[in-house]
């Protein structure tokens, strides 16, 4: 028994060794196994000195458990105690991976593959692993040699003898040993197969950049071919059996065994994926590539290395592929396919791991890695250095070569290798596959010890892995961006930097279609030593990016100088920018957008405060609601002198809500980094219809109020009313629509009604006028078409006219355009009596007689055959085509003729409530009343879409290439799918119109 006293100096030693188990190792040390050395102080500051002593003094007493005889077991302990690299590497080895300490307690006389400590060994290479697996003839033997293999590698990193780098290489050739021996393995079981084809296996991915992992699938692509290159039956035979060698090879190496698994081979990268032939000729695989490969596979292609089989054969597909690599960067919308895959990566991460994702995590390895492998493709095409397989060694080649800065790319190194240590050390204790950093403090500090932090382990790991994440977010938009801002501006001379050329080519790869005008405009914005150009050079790298993000990044840049030769010497302005986090990016997102926006942004760029998180006075881009609106605009045009001061003043605040709602669609629509573009579709159309209704509506009484103050004080000899019509009264109003309006009034008592009338048609020509007004402000047209007798009749009447004309002379076409009446400005009493006048008119009772469903029938045809222009697809036409904004609206107000006494839902302007009143009605099913939704709300996003793009109205999708490209940006499809959009538009149309024709026409 150990003494009291000697327990516990043992005890507070082992504490101070930084054992957190320091009764069960003391427990350890008393017993047999140790009983030779454990007194002996090195051994004690040996276990010290690993990441995890308790763990290595458990390996260790279970390895010398594990010796076949006392004899062994006494070499062992000796050996341990007169060998300091054995004794630095065995429980280096042991205290980090529990996985390879099971492993010596299978095979305890694999510590002696840890005995020679000479310089040859130091760093074995390809052939050293290949004699190290020499002897493995089935799948068992062959895991246990490479296991033997993987310890030595995984004692020269846990003692420091290889740094990251190199461990990741040894792997990869370690892998490469363990393909090959997999290969002859499976040829030996099938010598028949194997002499009558050739087989070449190309590694992809980490193993082919030699940059592997300790656990990670091994991603390969098999080339085959007939042994004498015959063609037919010879061929495909020599196919089929190089298949059938190829899967034994697989199987080898990813089934598990007694002795577990090696790893998963994965032939996923092949072309056309799992669907594809396992094996391929090489003129299969040109043919591919040449003719259906994605911007990702050529991607993928770049660490493509012939490693086992046939070495020519394999040296042929790499010379054959290699020169449809470096034209990658040609492709059409080429680094906006490269940034889809990374954020489609990011996207499929699960919320509860994204923050602990080392690998595919925002500022984690994957964004190193795409960043370079992107910068290769663009500029390897004429620069062969930078034509390497390794992240490292290609991102020297590009600092290098000036195309990115020596101390971005010295960090970005530090970064990644810091992470990829972290990601060996996670692997290596249980040899599994993993990307997370975990959550348990004993396997943080565990790593944190394993990483040389000492002093307080989970903390410093935490704080170290926080700085370094953040370094890669930081620097990964930068390195494409940075370099271009330092070759105009010149402000280090020093520093090698991109040539015109090289600089006029990544602008190209990155979507700018005018990279001479693009250099202007970054040379005017960042040259110079002033502040405002050193928070442009700060502002621009992640500016640019979103840029590119758009359909139109050369508007995007242009904008953005515009807007800042404006507001530059503006000191709020690249505050703003630099300090709130949404506004730079909202802006970016609302320049690149389309013509709009940015036109309502030029005529008052002081509106860049509504993008910013607390949006200044006006609140950020939520829109404001009608009563706020009213309030503002009649406060401005009562401090007005004159009616056109107070219609101007309104106008203003017309066009800053436009942006302010403009603004808040793009954003919603394209997303940010912080928020992705998940809004619902009907979301963003309903606070658009309902914003810009606001707006109008507070606008038009503004304007009653400046021109009834401007020409009769306080009071006008007639109450006034305005009445909307349309989308204006259904509060679906588009960014580019008139306001359909009906104007009423009565005349005060004591006041002859030819006055009041007099004064009424004063007030609404005055109005119009001063809505139209050429300004910097957008004109507002108010058109009263909808009144009775149309454009013949009287532009304003009596509620006593109205009565009397819709009593004896209302058609049904005037009946259904009151379906949508309500009042929006003046005097409120007689608003609600006109709606009480015409609520039997568009509600009858009993519904509608069947000539006037034959009627509404017949005037719907007339107007679809009249009104869609000639040589326009009426398929497209959101309007009036088929499946689109008539259809559904003319579908849905047919019900509310029909049943809206009966059923109070229906009695609602808005078209979207009505459809779903008529859905709970039973009217309309489910089913239906969804695919008439779905095709409204897409045709309204259409429409808007087109005006923010174009900066003018329009029905239909636009012919130019690129206006149409951002209209597909708005709905959400990306780069190249403007094709899947118009499919997608005239599939959503079609389903609408067989609903139409089942409830509009054959009921």
């Keep these: 028994m150990t003494a009291p006293g000697r327990r516990s100096s043992t005890f507070t030693r082992l504490l101070r060794h930084g054992f957190t188990e320091a009764s069960a190792a003391e427990r350890l040390l008393d017993g047999p196994e140790l009983a030779p050395i454990r007194n002996d102080p090195v051994l004690l500051e040996a276990l010290g000195a690993t990441a995890d002593p308790d763990l290595a003094l458990r390996g260790l007493v279970r390895l010398l458990e594990a010796q076949p005889s006392p004899t062994a077991r006494r070499e062992l302990l000796d050996t341990l105690i007169a060998a300091k690299p054995l004794r630095d590497r065995l429980l280096g080895v042991l205290g980090a991976s529990a996985a390879l300490g099971d492993h010596l307690a299978r095979h305890s006389g694999d510590w002696h593959a840890l005995v020679t400590y000479e310089p040859r060994d130091l760093h074995p290479g390809l052939e050293e692993f290949e004699r190290g697996l020499a002897e493995a003839e089935d799948p068992v033997s062959l895991r246990v040699a490479y296991r033997r293999c993987l310890l030595s590698i995984a004692a020269r990193d846990v003692c420091g003898t290889t740094g990251v780098a190199e461990t990741a290489a040894e792997l990869a050739d370690l892998a490469t040993a363990t393909l090959r021996a997999a290969l002859r393995i499976a040829c030996a079981a099938a010598p028949d197969d194997a002499a009558l084809c050739r087989l070449a296996v190309i590694a992809m991915g980490k193993c082919g950049g030699h940059e592997l992992n300790y656990v990670s699938d091994v991603d390969v692509i098999f080339v085959g071919e007939a042994v004498e290159g015959g063609e037919g039956g010879d061929e495909q035979a020599a196919l089929r059996a190089a298949t059938r060698l190829a899967s034994h090879m697989m199987r080898i190496c990813s089934e598990t065994t007694v002795e577990g698994s090696i790893w998963p081979v994965d032939a996923n990268l092949r072309p056309e994926g799992r669907n594809g032939p396992l094996v391929r000729t090489l003129s299969s695989h040109v043919a591919y590539y040449q003719r259906w490969a994605k911007t990702w596979e050529f991607q993928a292609l770049l660490k493509a290395r012939p490693v086992a089989g046939d070495a020519e054969l394999g040296a042929r597909y790499v010379a ?34 994204v923050e602990r994702e080392l690998k595919l995590g925002p500022g984690g390895l994957r964004d190193v890695e795409f960043a370079v492998q992107l910068l290769q493709l663009v500029h390897g095409r004429t620069d062969a250095s930078l034509r390497s397989g390794t992240t490292l060694d290609a991102l020297l080649a590009l600092a290098a070569g000036g195309y990115v800065g020596r101390a971005d790319a010295v960090q970005l190194g530090e970064s990644y290798r810091f992470l990829r240590l972290l990601e060996h050390r996670i692997q290596l204790f249980r040899l599994r596959r993993t990307h997370l950093l975990p959550e348990d403090e004993a396997d943080l500090r565990r790593l944190g010890r394993s990483m040389g932090l000492r002093a307080d ?27 271009l801002l330092d070759a105009v501006a010149q402000l280090a001379p020093g520093e090698a930097r991109l040539s015109p050329e090289a600089a006029r080519e990544r602008l190209v790869a990155l979507g700018y279609a005018d990279p001479a005008a693009a250099l202007r405009h970054l040379e005017a914005l960042a040259s110079g030593v002033t502040r405002k150009a050193a928070i442009q050079r700060t502002l621009l790298p992640v500016l640019l990016g979103w840029f590119a993000d758009s359909a139109d990044p050369d508007a995007g840049l242009l904008n953005f100088r515009k807007v800042s030769d404006a507001l530059g010497k503006t000191p709020w302005y690249l505050r703003l920018l630099r300090d709130e986090g949404a506004a730079a990016e909202n802006l970016a997102r609302v320049l690149s957008a389309g013509r709009l926006a940015p036109d309502l942004l030029m005529r008052a760029p002081e509106a860049v405060a509504l993008l910013g998180d607390g949006g200044g006075d006006g609140g950020g881009l939520e829109p404001r609601g009608r009563a706020q609106l009213e309030q503002e605009v009649l406060a401005a045009v009562g401090r007005a002198e004159s009616a056109e001061q107070g219609v101007t003043a309104a106008r203003g605040v017309r066009r800053r809500e436009l942006f302010r ?6 954003v919603g629509s394209y997303g940010t980094e912080a928020q992705p573009a998940e809004a619902d579709q009907g979301a963003l159309v309903d606070l658009v219809g309902g914003a810009v209704s606001d707006l109008t509506a507070a606008t038009l009484a503004g304007t009653l109020r400046a021109v009834v103050r401007g020409g009769w004080g306080d009071t006008l000899p007639t109450r006034f009313a305005i009445i909307g019509m349309g989308r204006f009264g259904g509060h679906e109003l588009g960014y580019g629509s008139d306001a359909d309006v009906l104007f009423v009034h009565e005349p005060r008592e004591g006041v002859e009604e030819r006055e009041a009338a007099e004064a009424a048609n004063r007030v609404v020509a005055e109005m119009r006028r001063l809505l139209q007004i050429p300004s910097a402000d957008p004109a507002l047209l108010v058109d009263a078409d909808l009144r009775p007798e149309g454009k013949s009749g009287p532009l304003v009447r009596t509620l006593t006219s109205y009565e009397a004309y819709y009593r004896r002379w209302s058609l049904v076409w005037e009946s259904q355009a009151l379906l949508r009446a309500e009042p929006v400005a003046g005097d409120e009493d007689l608003g609600r009596r006109f709606m009480e006048l015409i609520d039997p008119l568009r509600y009858p009772w009993g519904g509608l007689g069947e000539d006037a469903v034959r009627e509404i029938r017949r005037l719907k045809a007339r107007m679809e055959a009249e009104r869609v222009p000639r040589g326009m697809d009426p398929k497209l036409h959101t309007k009036l085509g088929p499946g689109g904004l008539s259809d559904v609206e003319w579908t849905v107000q047919l ?96 389903r609408a119109r067989g609903v139409v024709e089942e409830l509009f026409y054959a009921t």
Excluded: C
């Design 895 to 990: 019900l509310q003729m029909r049943h809206g006494a009966e059923v109070a839902g229906l009695r609602t302007t808005r078209t979207r409530e009505a459809l779903a009143a008529a859905r709970g009605a039973g009217l309309v099913s489910e089913e239906d009343a969804a695919t008439l939704d779905e095709a409204w709300v897409l045709a309204t996003r259409v429409r808007n879409a087109v005006m923010l793009v174009r900066g003018r109205a329009g029905d239909t999708f636009p012919s130019e290439p690129r206006e149409l490209a951002a209209v597909g940006r708005y709905l959400g499809y990306g780069p190249g799918h403007v094709g899947d959009m118009l499919d997608a538009y005239r599939r959503t149309a079609r």
């Design 457 to 483: 382990p989970v903390a410093e790991l935490t704080r170290e892995w926080k700085r370094h994440t953040g370094v890669v977010r930081r620097l990964h938009e930068k390195l494409f961006y940075r370099p």
């Design 320 to 353: 054959a592929l290699d020169p449809l690599v470096w034209q990658a960067a040609e492709r059409e919308n080429f680094v906006a396919d490269v940034q889809k895959m990374r954020r489609r990566v990011v996207e499929n991460i699960p919320v509860s791991e």
């Design 661 to 666: 709602t403009a603004a808040a669609d793009i």
